[in-house]
């Protein structure tokens, strides 16, 4: 018996070609013209030589569900996959699908108490939320609330069914297919910025979702304090510890499945992670010490100049310089750049040429780029005397 007449006929029914070809195209299959009427498509793969796809293109055709299911269960055998997954892939949105998973007693019958499942989804879209914003720009504590990229991403997120597995649930975050593959010997970070803002979001969070897991297991969770420009702030960790589960056993896993019809994405970015009860503490210190960080008060650093730049085209004319001094930051020595008026940065000048020590006043919000911090709102420069 032909294994697509088993298929649910709706379901086959529902499916698009349009939906269909662009899944096909972004697995690396090639089209060519059926027939000379447009009624289908004939995919073909350089990786399965011996196996031609027919895509039926009209709805209107007799056969047109016998077609698209001889499709579907082709597909299946040679991806290896379930046919209802295939199913799935093909009439879902698309979108890479990030997946809540709690296990653990209170979620054993596949549902959670009413509190908890808010507390979860309110969680998770502080999560996107905060991914996003450190795209725009990466900070310790992301106090700006609105953006319309932002904006337009979330209202574009969708909560999908729950699922099997302990309790699961499922957002939607819509990523439009790739329409041709990328350019060979892009680096990674021109890569990124050629991707959608969807796909650089789920990225970016999968990837600073990693760096914490890693950290905390690794004992190494100070790294986490300098990892503000890889999408670690305040909000993430807040959000994490939002979606806490209860109960000693219980533990938080978050998995993405990436959009298949824009299949390309970076090797070293995770497609789960796992939180346990016992690392909530230490992702909720982290936060902590994230947000007073980003709330520090003003404090005067003191040091040698290492370095002098002028501005050559300020985006603020006030401003006619930088420097780089060696100073105490959090009882370490670190580069904290600091820019300069005009008066004051010849005094940085002459401090550099007769190595003496400066003294500034600003706040260290713990924005690190390049291992700098970056003074906030200088005031009170002077050449020591000493």
């Known amino acids: 018996m032909n294994a697509s007449l088993r ?19 972004g697995q690396g299959w090639k089209s060519q013209p059926y027939d000379a009427d447009g009624n289908g498509l004939l995919f073909l793969h350089p990786s399965f030589p011996d196996v031609d796809l027919l895509l039926p293109l009209k709805r209107d055709l007799g056969d047109y569900a016998n077609r698209m299911g001889d499709l579907v269960v082709s597909l299946a055998t040679i991806e290896r996959r379930p046919v209802q997954a295939i199913l799935n892939d093909l009439s879902g949105p698309a979108a890479d699908v990030v997946r809540l998973r709690v296990a653990g007693s209170v979620a054993a ?31 310790a504590l992301h106090t700006q609330r609105t953006s319309k990229e932002v904006s337009r991403f979330l209202k574009g997120c969708r909560f999908g069914q729950t699922e099997r597995g302990s309790f699961v649930a499922a957002i939607l975050a819509p990523v439009p297919p790739e329409i041709q593959p990328p350019l060979a010997g892009l680096d990674a970070g021109r890569f990124e910025m050629e991707q959608p803002f969807a796909r650089r979001v789920t990225t970016r969070l999968m990837s ?19 990892a503000v420009t890889e999408g670690v702030s305040a909000n993430l960790c807040e959000a994490l510890v ?4 209860p ?20 090797a070293d970015v995770p497609r789960s992670v796992s939180f346990p009860q016992e690392h909530f503490a230490v992702i909720e210190e982290v936060g902590r010490q994230l947000r007073t960080r980003a709330t520090a008060m003003p404090e005067r650093y003191r ?13 603020m004319p006030e401003v006619a310089g930088s420097m780089v001094l060696m100073a105490e930051v959090a009882g370490a020595s670190a580069r904290v750049r600091v820019d300069l008026h005009a008066a004051e940065f ?8 007769d190595d003496r ?12 780029k390049t291992r700098e911090f970056v003074l906030h709102e200088p005031s009170e420069f002077r050449v020591d005397e000493d």
């Open 7 to 25: 298929l649910p006929k709706d379901a086959v029914l529902a499916l698009r070609p349009e939906d269909v070809r662009l899944y096909l195209s």
């Open 109 to 139: 019958l596949g549902n959670l108490p009413l509190d908890e499942a808010i507390k979860l989804l309110e969680g998770a879209r502080q999560l996107l939320w905060s991914s996003a914003f450190s795209l725009i720009r990466p900070e």
């Open 208 to 226: 600073s979702l990693g760096l914490v897991s890693r950290a905390v297991q690794e004992g190494n969770s100070g790294r986490l304090l300098n």
């Open 242 to 245: 939002t979606m806490r589960p």
């Open 247 to 266: 109960g000693d056993e219980s533990s938080l896993g978050i998995e993405v499945s990436w959009n298949r019809a824009r299949p390309h994405r970076p």
């Open 303 to 315: 040091g040698k100049v290492l370095t002098v730049r002028k501005a050559l085209r300020p985006l």
């Open 346 to 353: 010849a005094a940085a000048c002459d401090a550099l040429r």
């Open 357 to 368: 020590a400066v003294a500034v006043k600003g706040t260290i919000r713990n924005d690190v």
